[in-house]
């Protein structure tokens, strides 16, 4: 009995299922092109894919005798694609497989999941990173002049940087970001370790330059942890240098790298006594 083609068609929802389900993305794995898109003339969309038939309604490839019209019709037999990948799916001369396109709609269905996924876990730990970026962001650059903690090393609540990137770390841990809590642990022992005791070492009318160590932890949270793209941290670099190149001039300097070259010679030149008086600890560890 011949087969009667009309009846093994896709029906509107199953089209339209098989389409969603891909986020209108083609199925085919080396394409992904999205199959829809705005239209230039109106406030409608325009789509450009297809459903395919895995096996075919017709006489086409994979055609499969003894499936019913039900079965062939059904969103099981069928995969979006773009209309190129489409068309090479649809010919008779088609090389593609009746399993090899079932792996593609499969795969294609956990791509989609994969992204939302992502995109779902990327908000999550930007959230937990925000407030922590922002606070590095406005660290002065140059603290001084003298061992001077300024307000910069605190928040609006008065808690120190480095106790609000201990918060962070842990936010981060527990919500299974283990790489992410490890970069911001070294940033906060580096805070503590370098900047901290360069400050409290800082002499006096001179000012400390740590703009290089600051941008590059300001890189690390925002490209390795939050995973903000390079343009983005180079627009907050142009700005944040202009500013240390305007509030260097006129004043006395020393790099980071200078304070620490010179900390042998500073501590067996002074007196104990005398250094422990200069030194001011940081706001918020003093508890």
């Given at each position: ?50 459903a ?96 001077r ?27 299974d ?111």
């Amino acid at each position: 009995m011949a087969t009667n083609r009309a009846n093994r068609e896709f029906t509107q929802d199953v089209k339209r299922d098989l389409a969603e389900r891909v986020a209108y993305m083609c199925s085919n794995p080396f394409c992904r092109n999205l199959t829809i898109k705005p239209s230039a003339s109106s406030n409608k969309a325009v789509r450009s894919g297809k459903a395919c038939h895995i096996h075919s309604a017709g006489k086409g490839p994979r055609y499969e005798p003894g499936m019913t019209d039900e079965e062939c019709r059904a969103f099981e037999n069928g995969i979006w694609a773009c209309d190129k990948c489409a068309r090479e799916i649809d010919d008779n001369e088609s090389r593609y497989e009746a399993d090899e396109l079932r792996q593609w709609k499969k795969e294609a269905e956990r791509y989609v999941e994969g992204l939302v996924t992502q995109d779902t876990r990327l908000r999550q730990l930007r959230g937990m990173v925000t407030g922590t970026l922002s606070a590095l962001r406005i660290l002065t650059a140059l603290p001084g002049p003298g061992p001077r903690f300024d307000q910069t090393f605190t928040d609006a609540r008065n808690i120190s940087l480095a106790r609000l990137f201990i918060e962070s770390e842990q936010l981060l841990f527990e919500n299974d970001f283990r790489d992410e809590a490890e970069k911001v642990g070294m940033i906060r022992g580096e805070l503590v370790s370098r900047i901290h005791a360069a400050v409290a070492r800082n002499p006096a009318e001179t000012y400390l330059d740590i703009s290089e160590w600051k941008n590059k932890q300001v890189r690390v949270l925002m490209i390795e942890v939050m995973r903000f793209s390079q343009q983005s941290y180079q627009r907050y670099l142009d700005s944040e240098m202009r500013m240390v190149r305007n509030a260097r001039a006129g004043v006395k300097v020393y790099t980071l790298s200078e304070r620490e070259r010179n900390t042998t010679v500073d501590s067996s030149s002074t007196n104990a006594g005398d250094f422990s008086s200069a030194c001011v600890t940081p706001p918020g560890l003093s508890e």
